[in-house]
């Protein structure tokens, strides 16, 4: 068992929650990703804007668990984990 495909997990986690947070902007409103951030954390909404994003991590988890990647599903976990006290902070 190695523990740093926690960390690969972990990292593939964030990079699916910003990848799904990217989708959603670019074909859900009329800005860019940039501008949909700053207009998204002006209004309040970034929250909900990370918890939307983090939605992609399911297929992620079901993806290595297929793939008998245990550990790094672990990692994605804990990388929603985090994302939701994120999202209760911001």
């Known amino acids: 068992m190695r523990k740093i495909d926690l960390f690969i997990g972990m990292f593939i986690g964030f ?3 910003i990848i799904g947070i990217y989708l959603f902007l670019e074909f859900k ?3 860019g990703f940039a501008e949909g951030i700053q207009g998204i954390k002006q209004q309040g ?3 909900k804007l990370i918890a939307m994003g983090a939605v992609l991590n399911l297929g992620v988890f079901f993806l290595l668990l297929k793939f008998n990647k245990d550990l790094m599903a672990k990692g994605v976990i804990l990388a929603t984990i985090l994302l939701t006290f994120i999202t209760l902070f911001v």
């Open 29 to 31: 409103t009329e800005y």
């Open 15 to 17: 990079i699916s929650a």
């Open 45 to 47: 909404f970034l929250g």
